[in-house]
């Protein structure tokens, strides 16, 4: 029984998934499947594994943060606007301003939600729309383009290490860093607690309120980060930055098989969710589909991915009572 549920599990599903499209496509495009191919699929969907991965903290404390693409926007233009003004500017203080900019904004939607106790949803559409709000006032709507930036700036996300750019080490680290934070920490214990059960949390010694402030901090200063790796990948920086990307996280979690209630999900399975979609995304211009239908998608998939963890639920709780009714 436990090497069905192993070989059934949603992670292994997921993996096969990726693989059957990478297949299928490969048979449009010969070259899909090639090394190179897959390393450049990887590094184009490093940003929204980073973004998936701190979203996942958010979601497993009962929350959700719908902030992080306007977090990220406003903290790749406030980097990118300070490249512009001083050229030598070191990029390792740029990112660590970016992470800590980011990390600022998810410690304000995390005090919201704990000391004044106002619903996640509502907190982080609220300051989506302010920091949008505050990237206009600082710009005016004007654009930072690419000449404006320092080829220092630009560069270094795309430097090579061993064939493989930073952007994908990065992503690398964040996951083996998540893994252990997850699994290996008191805090990643807490956050499936309190998603979990929140009322057994609390009789445990466990502060739900500060536990989701944990969360939204995290969920910010990844989102920080990716505010310099997306304005230095695609080298412009304007007031829609990142606009309706925190769907595509949101669709990465879900699929992944982090359950939106709370509690439940894995590092590994927030990362092939976002595989997923960058894979799904790549092969969209190979089979001739626009890629307007990007968003469909993504939200198909999110529908579907709650509707099987709906029915998954649904099913084991028929084998809890049934086991229960044969006990009695």
């Not at 990948?233 to 606009?243: F, H, L, P």
């Not at 590994?268 to 995304?281: D, M, Q, R």
């Not at 963890?309 to 099913?315: E, H, M, P, S, Y």
Request: aromatic share 10%; glycine share 8%; with cysteine.
């Amino acid at each position: 029984m436990n090497i069905k549920r192993l070989l059934f599990s949603r992670e292994n599903l997921l993996a096969l998934a990726i693989v059957f499209i990478i297949a299928l496509v490969s048979l449009r495009a010969e070259n899909f499947w090639k090394p190179y191919n897959l390393n450049e699929i990887f590094s184009d969907t490093s940003i929204l594994i980073i973004l998936a991965l701190g979203q996942m903290v958010v979601i497993l404390t009962k929350c959700i943060d719908l902030s992080v693409a306007a977090n990220l926007a406003l903290s790749g233009m406030c980097v990118a606007l300070i490249n512009t003004a001083f050229p030598d500017f070191p990029v390792p203080l740029l990112i660590t301003i970016a992470i800590g900019l980011g990390t600022l904004m998810g410690i304000f939607n995390g005090i919201l939600v704990w000391k004044l106790d106002i619903p996640p949803i509502v907190v982080t559409l609220g300051t989506l729309a302010i920091f949008r709000g505050i990237i206009f006032l600082l710009t005016n709507g004007e654009w930072v383009n690419a000449h404006e930036m320092s080829k220092a700036f630009v560069a270094f996300p795309r430097t090579e290490f061993l064939t493989i750019p930073v952007f994908s080490w990065i992503a690398i680290l964040m996951i083996i860093g998540f893994v252990i934070l997850v699994n290996r920490t008191t805090l990643g214990r807490a956050f499936f607690a309190v998603g979990g059960n929140p009322q057994a949390a609390i009789y445990t010694g466990i502060n739900v309120g500060k536990t989701q402030f944990f969360a939204f901090a995290i969920s910010g200063a990844v989102a920080g980060l990716c505010g310099y790796l997306w304005i230095a990948r695609y080298t412009a920086a304007y007031v829609d930055i990142a606009k309706g990307f925190e769907l595509n996280v949101v669709a990465a979690c879900v699929i992944g098989g982090i359950a939106i209630a709370g509690g439940a999900g894995s590092v590994l399975g927030a990362t092939l969710g976002a595989l997923f979609i960058g894979v799904i995304n790549k092969s969209l211009p190979v089979i001739d589909v626009s890629p307007f239908w990007q968003l469909a998608i993504s939200g198909s998939a999110i529908i579907i991915a709650v509707a099987f963890n709906a029915w998954t639920d649904k099913k084991k709780s028929k084998i809890i009572l049934k086991i229960a009714e044969q006990q009695a």
